[in-house]
């Protein structure tokens, strides 16, 4: 039978700053639980050494009672094996003060639990030890534990014979076991892994060990076992994705901890733990500041509970602009908003240019071209090896080139006021492509996504001669040549860049033959009929490329323009890149033209007549949509614009700076 109580008489004594709980468990009569609660300075030598607890709560069901201080303590479902885990292993007689949130902090006060979170990094980093406690043992799991360890002690062995593995089934037969691997894989699913505050509880201690019952195994040989992991390659239906990629993503997060923990920032790890769980929406931020550089920690300033929710996402995007002199931080409006079929909370609404951080998203390496590489306030988590990149070759997204943001909040911080550029209106969308001929997408994620033809004049070539704001020079037509080269296409199709982390130029020529390949086996059939300027379809440029002299050029020039010390260091092939941008479970970006006749990438968001426009402070134009009102817009997202992405704006005459307020 559930017990109601939520400890809300228990007698806390107040903590000072920097003053922690600690509790000391002992079995007494007739098998009871009983424990000391006291207060110790984390500063003072007297401090006790302790073990620190990871866990996941669970549901609020408090069916024991333990004894602590004389009072009743009615403990968590999930915790109680925790604690009767503690009295009966011997490690914790010499060490017997352990620390677990659930008890050791008042989670009725509000303040105390402010004041806690700002501590809890130093906790786990003091901890003589961090125990993850992934809850009673069975079959399956003594299954899962046991393999687990077997591979981290084969790592060795795998990796001197990786050589001669081609496939999985090339593996010694022992590593061939199905039912092991489906073990594995149910394992790596348990809640623990998708907590957003077990990932600092994964990062920062420096002892981990991983305990489900009595099988454990420490946080080194997991490590270990990762590795043999990623040599096996098992199939996909006996190890999912699913099951391994956010594991994954901790190994990288923890690796770029500690080689460099202030390039770490706030936005980018918000964003890369998007398919985490947190029970509060603010723990969204604040479970992860312990792992975020010192700027980004004094922008957040302290953690705050007694706010809602809505002004901490609020406060966020006022704190970034001010900190950072950038509005970079709405581009993951994109992102994280509320889908229109979704509701999230009736009693939320937030903007279009505040992130929804509650949205569950699944993360890409780089999310947003306003994670680039380069981009110190934002960035993206690419492999260690990737981060002491040659920067004599980068190159930075700036379309609005030096100019700091010019904005206004209204007083309710509801509309956001911010002085740009209009450059012009979407005109023609392509459909979403896939590489692959059996990808069948989610049909709720691609609605609205078929091709949406083009129809300005300049586009259908209805122009004889375009002005001089098109894209078109003023003598071409349709009798002529197309103003878009195969060149300007490739660039839009990979964003202008080389890899995948958004750090050096596109050089085209690499991509050459690939893009002919993928012309003659799949036509582009989503938007190889998009009308470009003058008139002509995206099939009309690709198609007189199917030269082989053309081809023989490229591979042959391309040994003079790419770097030997680059070379296949860094940069991805043309079908990596395209997969990348376009591929709908990855930046879903579709090729698009404007009325004026520019060609680049919108997200799947974008519409026809949507509004492009330079907003200062912003390194890459973005995409807004006139409200009913028409004195406001929404926004809907960030833009690739060939042509427009460094400052090239403010190269036009005449252009005209206006207040653009989004709602």
């Keep these: 039978m559930a017990i109601n109580s939520d400890n809300i008489n228990f007698t806390y004594a107040p903590l000072r700053a920097k003053d922690i709980r600690l509790l000391q468990l002992r079995r007494i009569d007739e098998g009871f639980i009983a424990g000391n609660l006291e207060i110790f300075s984390i500063d003072s030598p007297d401090c006790p050494r302790f073990t620190a607890f990871s866990y996941v709560w669970g549901p609020p069901i408090r069916n024991e009672t333990i004894t602590i201080n004389d009072e009743d303590f009615h403990v968590l ?5 925790l604690l009767d885990f503690v009295c009966n292993d011997v490690g914790f007689q010499d060490y017997p003060w352990v620390w677990i949130d659930s008890i050791t902090i008042n989670q009725h006060d509000l303040e105390e639990r402010s004041s806690q979170v700002q501590l809890m990094a130093r906790i786990f980093k003091e901890s003589r030890n961090t125990i993850v406690w992934l809850g009673l043992a069975t079959q399956e799991t003594d299954e899962a534990m046991d393999f687990l360890i077997k591979l981290g002690l084969s790592k060795d062995e795998l990796m001197r014979i990786s050589d001669k593995i081609s496939m999985f089934e090339d593996l010694p037969q022992e590593y061939q076991d199905e039912r092991k691997w489906h073990r594995l894989e149910a394992f790596l699913m348990k809640p623990w892994w998708r907590r957003v505050w077990t990932l600092q509880e994964f990062i920062v201690p420096p002892e981990v060990t991983f305990y489900c019952g009595q099988r454990k195994i420490r946080r080194s040989h997991l490590q270990k076992a990762f590795s043999a992991i990623r040599i096996c390659s098992p199939p996909l239906a006996l190890l999912s994705a699913q099951s391994t990629h956010t594991i994954w993503n901790r190994w990288r997060l923890r690796d770029l901890h500690e080689c460099y923990p202030e390039r770490l920032s706030l936005l980018a790890l918000i964003a890369h733990t998007a398919g985490s769980e947190a029970t509060d929406p603010r723990d969204r931020i604040y479970s992860l500041l312990a792992l975020t550089n010192e700027t980004d920690r004094k922008m957040v300033a302290r953690p705050t509970y007694q706010l809602p929710v809505e002004n901490v996402y609020i406060n966020l995007v006022r704190s970034f602009i001010d900190t950072y002199q950038s509005l970079d931080i709405i581009c993951f409006s994109q992102l994280f908003h509320q889908p229109e079929d979704i509701e999230l909370n009736t009693e939320l609404t937030l903007p279009s240019w505040v992130p929804d951080w509650r949205r569950h998203v699944e993360t890409f390496v780089t999310l947003l071209m306003v994670s680039q590489s380069t981009c110190k306030h934002i960035g993206n988590f690419r492999p260690v090896a990737h981060v002491d990149f040659n920067r004599s070759r980068a190159e930075t997204y700036a379309a609005a080139w030096m100019r700091s943001p010019q904005v206004q909040f209204s007083a309710e911080f509801r509309q956001l006021s911010c002085r740009g550029i209009f450059l012009d209106y979407i005109d023609g969308i392509g459909g979403i492509g896939s590489l692959a001929k059996d990808y069948q997408p989610d049909p709720r994620k691609l609605s609205h996504l078929s091709l949406i033809q083009s129809t300005s004049a300049v586009n259908t070539g209805r122009c004889i001669e375009v002005g001089k704001n098109s894209a078109v020079d003023d ?94 260091q860094y940069y991805d092939d043309f079908a990596s890149r395209f997969h990348d941008t376009t591929f709908p479970d990855m930046m879903a970006r579709r090729l698009m033209t404007t009325e004026k006749g520019h060609i680049g990438m919108v997200p799947t968001e974008a519409r026809k007549r949507d509004l492009i426009c330079v907003l200062f402070g912003c390194s890459v134009p973005m995409i807004l949509r006139r409200a009913a009102n028409e004195r406001s817009y929404t926004f809907i997202g960030e833009c690739y614009l060939h042509g427009f992405m460094n400052g090239e704006v403010f190269n036009r005459r005449n252009i005209q700076e206006e207040d653009f307020v989004l709602i």
């Design 77 to 81: 479902q999930n915790v109680y094996p």
């Design 475 to 568: 003598n071409a037509t349709k009798a002529n040549s197309c103003p878009h080269s195969i060149d300007d296409i490739l660039r839009c199709l990979v964003l202008d860049r080389a890899d995948r982390y958004l750090t050096y130029p596109a050089i085209t020529s690499r991509f050459y033959t690939r893009l002919l390949y993928l012309i003659t086996s799949y036509r582009y059939s989503l938007f190889k009929d998009l009308l470009l300027a003058g008139g002509f379809t995206v099939e009309d440029v690709f198609l007189p490329a199917a030269d082989p002299t053309i081809v023989a050029y490229n591979d042959m020039n391309l040994e003079d323009e790419e770097p030997p010390s680059m070379r296949n």
